[in-house]
């Protein structure tokens, strides 16, 4: 099993739609989780950041994490098609140390 | 800053060539990190180094691949010799020290083809 699972999807939504993205994983020292996104034949970018357990919003999206359910999510509201683009989980137990990344979910948003 | 920096951004090398990518960090970053992405198996960590020191190659695949990092501002990953099965993106990536976030900053990538 991997420490963290990711539906590689694609998802394709209309635009304006909510998406949710999801991961989980299995090593419950994970403390730091983030959500990057990567577009076509570029390197990933830090797209949120959260420490520990609870909620964080930047503008439409929203990253929550579960640490009882070892479950994290990112929701997108009003999607965009400039959105379009594959999103990474990643996690890591020691500040400055190696994250590990989920397989990324591609996501078309049609206009 | 001008970001990470990687070289060369294509690679297309017959296979038992040797083959040498290269990568500059963020200055004041003293984490780096050389990871691999394929369809199959995602983006991979195949060694990362703190202070120029390697800490945990446990996913460089085997022999054929070494990383130095000779100084805080450089960084190399070779494989010698290449096979077919090594084409895949090469991601070099930094972050700051311990304490500053654990954030990991990624550069556009070197993108390997072994024919």
């Known amino acids: 099993q991997k420490e963290v699972e990711q539906d590689p999807g694609p998802l394709s939504v209309p635009e304006g739609a909510i998406v949710s993205l999801n991961c989980t994983y299995s090593n419950s020292a994970f403390q730091y989780f983030m959500w990057y996104r990567q577009y076509s034949r570029k390197g990933p970018e830090l797209l949120m950041y959260t420490y520990s357990s609870g909620n964080k919003e930047d503008g439409r999206f929203t990253a929550q994490v579960d640490k009882s359910s070892k479950y994290i999510s990112l929701f997108i509201r009003d999607s965009q098609p400039s959105d379009s683009a594959t999103y990474l989980c990643?996690?890591?137990?020691?500040?400055?140390?190696?994250?590990?990344f989920g397989q990324g979910t591609e996501l078309s948003v049609k206009p | 800053d001008a970001g990470v920096i990687q070289s060369p951004r294509h690679e297309v090398t017959e296979m038992g060539q040797e083959v040498t990518l290269r990568c500059k960090p963020i200055s004041g970053h003293d984490y780096l990190f050389w990871y691999r992405q394929t369809m199959m198996r995602g983006l991979e960590l195949l060694i990362y180094f703190n202070n120029n020191v390697p800490i945990d190659d446990s996913g460089m695949p085997e022999d054929r691949f070494s990383a130095k990092m000779p100084n805080a501002s450089f960084s190399t990953l070779k494989i010698q010799p290449s096979e077919p099965r090594d084409s895949a993106v090469y991601f070099c990536?930094?972050?700051?020290?311990?304490?500053?976030?654990?954030?990991?900053?990624f550069g556009e990538g070197s993108w390997l083809t072994v024919v």
């Open positions: 990643a996690m890591g137990h020691n500040q400055g140390g190696k994250l590990i």
């Open positions: 990536a930094s972050s700051p020290p311990a304490g500053l976030g654990n954030t990991i900053y």
